[in-house]
C-alpha cells in the first residue's frame, strides 16, 4: 500500500471505520455564520470592440439562484473594468441579481491578476460574503488562486457541480483524474467558501421580468506600481476570435480528414447545423487549424451541447476535453477507436461518404419545408 | 540566474477508478508519471538556459509528494535539471491547494533561497486544478503570469507569449516572477540518453522531511488544508451510445438526421 500511496489524503477523509482520521481544530460556527451571500465575478469580454459578460456569469447567476432556494441570502456580481460600464449591467437584473457592485477604475480596463486580485480582495473583506464563484475560465483561473492565498481561503477549482447540505455549507464536485472520478469537497473552515465553475454546466435562467436591483459603486483605490505586469501586445486573429468555449454545437476534425483542403467540408457542415468548428490536436501540429480551437487536455475543455467528432481517434488527451458534452456523435472509419466508447450516436464508417449525403439530406429538408 | 521548475508525479490518468464498495481510488497498477505540463516547464527551462549562455542559469527542480516521486525528479535531473528537492513526509499527506503551496515556498525560501524565475506546468494531469502555481506566487510576494508558451530574458526582466481566449498576448513582467507553461518548446518527447542518466546520478537530490523545514503543524498537510473531500465516486456512466454501420452511406447519413431531428438541432 505504502508503495502506491502518493499522500493525496484521499484514503484518509472517506476511511468509514475512521482508522485513519486526522483531528482539526473547529473553528467556532458563530464566527462563520456572519457570513452571508453569494458573489458572482461578472467577467467581462470584448466581443468585437464591445464589451459584454461572458455566458458563464448568467449561468453562475442560474444555479445561485437555485442555491438560494436553501440560503434565501443574498445575489450579488461583482463588475470590475474601466469608468463607463454600468450600461452594460440592466441585463443583469434578468438573471437574479440583486446587487451589483461596480468597481471602475482606469487601470482595470485591461485585465491583471495584480489590479484585480487588489480590489476583488477589498470588495470581499468589506461584504464578507459566504460563498464567491469566478467562471473557470483563463482569467478566473489565474485570478481565484490568488484572491484565496491572499485572504487564506479554501477553494475549488474547475467544479461541475455545486450543492448546499445540511449544515448550509457549499457542496462542491469536481472530476479529477481526467474526468474517471468525481470527488466532494467542502470548505468547512474558511469563509468565504470559493470555488471556480467550468463554462457550459449550468444553465442560465432568464426572467421575463427585471429585479428591482441595486447598483453600488465601489470607490476603487489602485495605483499604477501595484500592477506589475504590462501588455506589450495582443494578438487575435480573425479565426482565433471565435471561442469555442462558447458554442453550443462543435464540429471537431481530426487526423482522419487528411488534407488541409479537405476541412472545407466540415465549414460546410458547421454551416448548415450553426455550429463552430474545432479540432484535435494532430490538426493543430499539423497546422492545419489553429491552437485557440484545439479541444482536450493541452487545449480547451469544452462541454457544448452538440459535439461531433470527425475523424478523431478519441484519446484519453482528447476525451478529458470534451467527454461532458451533452451529446456526442462520432463519425470514424476504425470500429475500434476509443471515440466509439464515449458517443451518443456513431457511425463506423467514411466521413467522406457520409457527411455528403448528410448535408444533401438537410438541403432536402430545407427546400420541402419552405 | 537561477530558475526554479516546481514538478509534480502524477499517476497516469486514464487509469485510475474508484473501488465502488469502499469508495476510494484503486491505484494498483496505475503507473506514476513524470506530469507531462511539469516537463514543458523544465523544457522551456533547458531552452533558456542553452539560449542564455552568458546568464549561467542553474535549473532547480523542486516537488512535494511522496518519497517515489523522486523519480519524477531523476527525470528531469536526466533532462536537464542541474539540482533537485523532494520534500517529503507522512505529514504533508492530504495537502490541498492552500497547504500544498504554503509548503512549497517554505521550501523554496529555507532551501533556495533567492531566485529569479519560478516555471511551472499549467496543470497536474490527475488533479486537474492549476491553482497551485498562483497561490504560490502570491506567498512569496512575485506576480504570475499563466499558459505562458514562450519566454525571452531582457535582462532584469522577460517577455511571456501567454495564451488568450482568441490568440495570445505579449507580457512583460519584472523579475523575480512565476509563469506556467502550457506548451514546450518542442512537443516531441525527449528521452534522455545513456550519458544523460550517468551524468543525472552525479546531480545533487536532496529529500527534505517536515521536520527540516520547520514548519507549524497546523499548516501542514491534512490539518493545514481548508478544503476537505467529502466523497470520491465514479462519474455517473452513461448509457452506451448506438453505434452503427456506415457502409451503406446513404442509410446512416438518414440515421444520423433522425438522431439530430429528434434532438431538434435539424
Ligand atoms: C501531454 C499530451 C497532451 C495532449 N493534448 C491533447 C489535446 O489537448 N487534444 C488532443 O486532441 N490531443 C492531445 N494529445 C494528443 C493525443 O494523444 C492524440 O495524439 C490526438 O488527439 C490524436 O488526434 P486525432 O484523433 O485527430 O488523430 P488520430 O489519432 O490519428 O486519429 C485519426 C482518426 O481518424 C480516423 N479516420 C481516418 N480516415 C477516416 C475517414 N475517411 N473517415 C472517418 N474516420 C477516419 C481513424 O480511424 C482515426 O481514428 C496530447 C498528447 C499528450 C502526450
Redesign the pocket.
Known sequence: MLDNCTLCGSCINVCRYNALSIERAMIPLEDLKKFEGIIIWGELENKSGQLQFKKVVYELLGKALELNKELNEQISVAVLGPPGISALIDELFYYGTDIVYLCEHELLEDFSNDGYTTVFTSLIIDKKPSIVLYGATIKGRELAPRIAARLNLGLTADCTGLSINKQKQLVQTRPAFGGNIMASILSPYTRPQMATVRPNTFSKVKSKQSKKGIIEKISVKLEKQSIRTKIIEEISSKTESINIEDADILISV???I?SKENIKLVHELAQELKGTVS?????VELGWTKHPI??????KTISPKLYIA?????????LV?MQTSDIIIA????PE?P?FKVADFGII????EIIPQFLKLCRKNKESSL | MKIIVTIKQVPEANKVAVNPETGTLIREGVESILN??CEYALDMAVKLKIQNPDLNVEIIVISMGPPQAKYALIRCLELGADKAYLLSDRAFSGSDVWATALTLKEGILKKIGNFDLILAGKQA?DGDTAQVPAELAENLGIPHIYYGFDIKIDKKKINVKKETEKGYKVIEVRLPALVTISKGPSTI?RLPSMKDMIEARKKPLEIINAKSLNMDENKIGLNGSFTQVVKIFSPPTKKAGEIIDGNDSINAAEKLFMFLKEKLIV
Open positions: 481530426g487526423r482522419g487528411g479540432s484535435s490536436r494532430a490538426l484545439q479541444v482536450g487536455q493541452s487545449g470527425l475523424g478523431i481517434s478519441g484519446a484519453i488527451q482528447h476535453g463519425i470514424n472509419s476504425d477507436a471515440i464508417g467514411d466521413l467522406f | 507531462p505540463f494531469i518527447r
